[in-house]
């Protein structure tokens, strides 16, 4: 496709720009056919202008809080982009293309698809380790992934606490047996819930 074109479509993005998230959408909506099926650019300025009008639609969806849209979008895009950052050497936009590559980890978390954004905000956290809101969101996903685990822990242990002082009311069982019973049952408990209310906090952090 003419590199011509999306400096084209750039420049009308440009000139007509509102400052809220509909007039974005519906502008895209006018040449989604065409912008769908860029694939190749001739120069870095024309790649530039793909990899910004890509964020400025990413963030506008976002605000809307059509994820799903955002999927698509970028499913379309980043491969792109990616290819071309590596074909035209403009490593100097990885940068840009991480930062759309963070909208996709955070509208796939927002989805609770925490299979999809657990990788994502992995991939993030190697290419910038010292950014703490990457490692949060890692933390918080793969926490999302395993709140089930948890429930589990804490009905199991739950039980096995309210078994315990029934067993002692009734004095139906050894003493021994009943810390036999109680001492894994309460580790567990405060593990599960130290562990859970640590993520929460890391989060609450990160926002």
């Known amino acids: 496709m003419p590199a011509s074109l999306i ?6 993005f440009q000139s007509n720009y509102e400052d809220n998230p509909q007039f974005v959408i519906d502008f895209f909506s006018k040449y989604t056919i065409l912008f769908n099926n860029m694939k190749t650019f001739n120069n870095k300025g024309d790649l530039l202008d793909y990899i910004e009008l890509s964020t400025f639609l990413s963030n506008a969806l976002f605000q809307k809080n059509r994820y799903n849209e955002i999927i698509d979008t970028l499913n379309r895009a980043l491969p792109v982009i990616d290819q071309e950052i590596t074909r035209l050497s403009a490593s100097e936009f990885k940068d840009k293309y991480y930062t759309l590559f963070s909208i996709k980890g955070q509208a796939s978390y927002r989805l609770k698809d925490y299979e999809t954004a657990t990788p994502i905000f992995k991939e993030l956290t190697i290419y910038d380790p010292k950014e ?7 933390r918080d996903s793969l926490f999302r992934k395993r709140e089930r685990l948890l429930l589990v822990i804490y009905i199991v242990c739950s039980s096995v606490i309210l078994l315990e002082i029934i067993l002692r009311f009734l004095n139906i069982a050894p ?3 009943r810390t036999f019973l109680l001492i894994p049952a309460v580790i567990g408990l405060i593990g599960a819930f130290a562990y859970s209310s640590f993520i929460e906090k890391s989060l609450r952090k990160s926002k």
Request: hydrophobic residues 30%.
């Open 175 to 177: 003493p021994r047996f």
């Open 7 to 12: 400096a084209n479509i750039y420049n009308d």
């Open 132 to 138: 703490e809101n990457y490692k949060n969101w890692l």
